[in-house]
Every structure is written in structure tokens, then in C-alpha cells.
């Protein structure tokens, strides 16, 4: 007969086991996946920056939308844009994920079901990324205060935008004390 004392810790590492190959498990549901394509024709306003755009359907929350920018030809910044669609001319840019790193013509985003979120140029280079594949990873949002959000199963949150802050700091979003956490400004 084994002694109580050995059952429970043993119990306890299976139950613990368990959970952990369910959340690693977790995916998208092929419903919430998405691959966008860089391409079409450029917004018709001239924006901030003076650059040509292209907004992404579906990732949008006003006053953010999600899109492409270029100030060098075939050299697109994948960026979150804040305004009102009346004053197109007042947007601005707040957010970018590949700065330094531009893409061409074709590039994607793409989130597919393992969670992660991806900027690939159209030869397949990884531009930039979550880092979040197969970390449990469920849903991908977009909130009304800009902050781009992966979430798991139970609602909690795997990644955000703003813990990745460029050169403007929104309303909601912080600096966390003790963290490596700048504002970094665009190159002239």
C-alpha cells in the first residue's frame, strides 16, 4: 500500500500536466485566422508625413485602423493610424511594428492558427511578430483606446501593443517601472 503523502504531490503534477498540454494545445478557431495583402490602390489624402497608405479591412476600432504607410517607395511601415474618417487629413500614425524593417509590395499579416501574428514581406521574411505561437493564444483584438490584443482561451492577455510603445504614448497605456520600456522617435 503507498503512503498518502506520495498520492497527493503525484495527483497534483498530473492535474498540473494536464492543464499545461490543453492551453499549449489551444488554437485559433479558423474563424478569427486572417491573412491580409499588402496591395490595392493608396488612400486618397494626403496624410501626416506625407506618405502613400493603405488601410487594412477589418482591423479597425475608431478611432484606430489598422494599415500600411510608406515614405520611400516599396518601403511600408505596418502602423496603427488614430481619427476620425471626417478628418482624414487630421490622422496620425501612433503605433508601428516594423519600424526600421519596412516591407515590400504583397507584404501580409497574417494570423494564423498557432496564435502568432505576423509581418512577412512577399518572399517570406519575417519582418516582425508576436512571438506567440502556440502559447495559447485564441483571439486577436483590436480595443477602442489602440491597444492590439492576443488573448487565451480564459481571456487572458498573451501579448499587447502596448508593451511595445514607438513614439506616442496613448491614453491607458504605461510605462512600467523597472521595465526597458521607451518611447522611440522616428528617424528623420
Request: aromatic letters at 14%; one cysteine or more.
Amino acid at each position: 500500500m503507498s503512503s498518502p503523502t506520495f498520492t497527493l504531490p503525484l495527483l497534483s503534477l498530473l492535474f498540473f500536466f494536464s492543464i499545461f498540454c490543453i492551453v499549449a494545445q489551444a488554437q485559433v478557431p479558423a474563424n478569427e485566422t486572417f491573412k491580409l495583402v499588402n496591395e490595392g490602390e493608396f488612400g486618397p489624402y494626403v496624410v501626416e508625413y506625407f506618405g502613400d497608405y493603405r488601410m487594412l479591412p477589418y482591423v479597425f476600432n475608431s478611432p484606430f485602423q489598422l494599415g500600411f504607410y510608406n515614405t520611400t517607395h516599396n518601403a511600408f511601415t505596418l502602423a496603427l493610424r488614430m481619427g476620425l474618417v471626417h478628418s482624414e487629413s487630421l490622422m496620425r500614425w501612433v503605433w508601428e511594428a516594423n519600424r526600421g524593417n519596412p516591407v515590400g509590395e504583397n507584404a501580409t499579416l497574417t494570423f494564423g492558427t498557432d496564435g502568432n501574428l505576423v509581418l512577412a514581406d512577399a518572399d517570406g521574411r519575417v519582418a516582425w511578430q508576436t512571438n506567440t505561437a502556440n502559447k495559447g493564444v485564441v483571439s486577436f483584438k483590436l480595443l477602442p483606446t489602440g491597444n492590439m490584443v492576443l488573448y487565451d482561451s480564459k481571456g487572458n492577455l498573451v501579448w499587447q501593443s502596448f508593451d511595445s510603445p514607438t513614439d506616442t504614448r496613448l491614453v491607458g497605456q504605461s510605462l512600467r517601472a523597472g521595465a526597458i520600456r521607451k518611447l522611440v522617435s522616428r528617424a528623420s
